[in-house]
């Protein structure tokens, strides 16, 4: 993957051998350095968007490549290194093939559990620190500031952020149910980044007591399971959810994960793969190809289950000091054991854009889902097939599912994946989280209309205001990136929207509250 963004490289190995070094001196003067409990890094300088330069260190490893021995397993803290690392090129992101984007190609690499942080020039520290978890149905995704660019949290010069990358898809979620492959492994990776900013992020002019963790879509939805697992207890101070629910049918954990193993065993051709032990079967896919076990997912039904969302999350049976999840979370979050910690959360107008354009506007796809929509929409609505009558009369005005009305999709996907789970997280907080434990919620709704639309991505066809304000839309505000959008001009509405958003995410991270109802003076829409 291609980097875009300027950045002022540094020419050294990855790694230079010394002893004893003193890191300034080796770096050099003009280069940011600092040392961490792994070493020295040499980082590097980004410019601003409308503010100044900053430091940047990125492609920070925080464990051990994934490869080998290691796939399908915890992840483990990387080593210690003796010379300096070359913190100035940004890896790319963990091996995926992306079903939210119409090509679908392969891309990434198995090696990918790096970090990169950020931080002011300015600024009297310790800072409040953002950690951010990116988004992409657990199946894709980057940390990669080619598209999550940190320049506009940056400008604010009041936070040091940190954004990760964690497995997905099969090499990130596959489970046996035991001990072969406990599976949550792309949760686990972030809880690790989560401990190596514990670790090290006073060096970097953060306070460790004041970390925010946010995320969208199933970063948001991670953010909640941070909330509940045992792992994640002192990790984060606030949380913001922006577009997920842990609550979402896409992400209910599976009971049956092991089939879900088998079956991709045996979509590798892997003999006898529906009844050799877990162990073994483990072990002939950690020797699979990583492309061609990622790739292969094709060979799975496509109408199997959701048809996008394969790999999840996972309940695990084999318990240990290093499992995730023993309870089902939407369990634990009813019943209140979750971190009281002020939480906000938020979402666009069309949120289920994300699950249908991919349906609704491919060839193929569009009439095989038409063909079978009596099995099909209880299945995007989550409810009881005995539901289907009420869903044609709620979305669809009483009439079978057609081009015609195809609309009601979108709105049925949007309400039963999204807003629907989404309330549902928040009145169960509410009720059982007194003001008195210090937890709070804030809601707040983005419905702003700018020049660039995020559906393209979803389509692969020109920008077009035809799907109003999708999933993933506020991303374009929050984040630059350059891979994919211009830059807005600097006097721009959207620019506006940008600086507004961006500011309200940085003053919930320094005071755990949102301000009241105030919508962004503009006809196109704002965020309240």
Same mark, same amino acid.
């Given at each position: 993957?291609?980097?875009p963004v ?11 051998s ?12 003009t280069?940011?350095?600092?040392t961490?409990t792994?070493g ?26 994934p ?8 992840p483990?803290?990387n ?5 300096a ?5 940004a890896?790319?992101a ?7 984007n ?39 995704g980057?940390a ?11 400008d ?5 952020l940190?954004t ?17 492959a406990?599976?949550?492994f792309g949760?686990?990776?972030?809880t ?10 006073r060096?970097f002019?953060g306070?460790p007591?004041?970390?925010?963790l ?23 101070a606030?949380a ?5 629910s ?10 049956d994960?092991?089939?879900l ?10 003999s006898?793969a ?22 292969? $997912?094709? !060979?799975?039904? #496509?109408?199997?289950?959701? @048809?996008?969302? &394969?790999?999840r999350?996972?309940?695990? %049976?084999? $318990?240990s !000091?290093?499992? #995730?999840?023993?309870?089902? @979370?939407?369990? &634990? ?5 979750y %971190?009281? $910690?002020p939480?906000?959360?938020g979402?666009?107008?069309?949120e289920g ?14 009439p ?21 009558k009420n ?8 009439a ?27 009145l169960?907080y509410?009720a ?6 210090g937890?709070s ?13 995020y559906?393209a ?14 999933h ?7 984040w ?32 755990g ?13 704002g965020?309240?």
């Open positions: 993957m291609s980097n300027t950045l002022i490289l540094l020419l050294l190995p990855a790694a230079i010394a002893v004893g070094m003193n890191c300034p001196a080796t770096c050099g003067s280069i940011p350095s600092v961490i792994d020295c890094l040499c980082g590097t300088t980004m410019p601003g968007l409308e503010g100044g330069p900053f430091d940047a260190y990125l492609g920070v490893p925080f464990a051990k490549p490869v080998g021995e290691l796939r399908f397993a915890n483990v803290r080593l210690p290194w003796s010379g690392y070359n913190a100035s090129i890896r790319g963990c091996l995926q093939q992306n079903e939210f119409p090509d679908r190609a392969l891309a990434g690499d198995e090696d990918c559990l790096y970090l990169n942080v950020y931080k002011p020039r300015t600024g009297s520290g310790p800072l409040p620190v953002m950690a951010y978890i990116h988004g992409g149905g657990y199946i894709a980057t990669h500031p080619a598209y999550v660019g940190p320049e506009k949290f940056m604010t010069g009041r936070v040091v940190v990760f990358q964690y497995r997905v898809g099969a090499l990130g979620f596959l489970s046996t149910g035991d001990r072969a406990p599976g949550d949760l686990k990776d972030q690790m980044a989560l401990k190596w900013i514990q670790e090290n992020i060096r002019g306070d007591a004041k970390v925010t946010f995320g969208q879509s199933a970063g948001a939805s991670s953010v909640q399971l941070h909330m509940v697992s045992p792992l994640s207890a002192g990790l984060f606030k913001i959810s922006a577009s997920g842990m609550l979402s049918y896409w992400n209910r954990p599976y009971e994960a092991l089939t193993a088998r079956r991709q065993g045996e979509a590798l051709d892997i006898n529906r009844a050799i032990s877990t162990e073994k079967l483990v072990e002939a896919l950690r020797k699979v190809d990583a492309k061609q076990l990622v790739g292969s $997912v094709d !060979k799975l039904k #496509f109408w199997y289950n959701q @048809p996008i969302i &394969l790999y999350p996972v309940v695990e %049976r084999y $318990v !000091k290093e499992t #995730f999840l023993s309870e089902d @979370p939407a369990r &634990l979050w009813a019943s209140g054991r %971190r009281k $910690v939480w906000l959360t979402f666009v107008p069309n854009a994300a699950l249908t354009l991919g349906v609704v506007t491919n060839a193929v796809k569009l095989q889902f038409l063909a079978n929509q009596t099995n099909l929409l209880s299945m995007f609505a989550a409810v009881p097939k005995s539901q289907e869903l044609l009369k709620r979305f669809f005005a009483g079978p599912v057609s081009n015609a009305n195809i609309d009601g999709f979108d709105k049925m996907v949007t309400e039963a994946a999204f807003l629907y789970p989404m309330m549902k997280s928040i169960l509410r059982s989280n007194p003001s008195a434990s937890g919620v804030s809601l707040y709704h983005f419905n702003f209309a700018g020049r660039y639309r559906s991505l979803y389509t692969g066809q020109p920008m077009t205001s035809r799907y109003g304000i999708v993933g839309e506020d991303l374009l505000y929050l630059r990136s350059p891979a994919v959008f211009p830059d807005f001009p600097r006097d721009s509405p959207e620019a506006a929207m940008s600086r507004r958003l961006v500011k309200l995410f940085v003053d919930f991270a320094y005071e509250l949102c301000p009241k109802r105030t919508p962004f003076s503009s006809s196109s829409g965020v309240d």
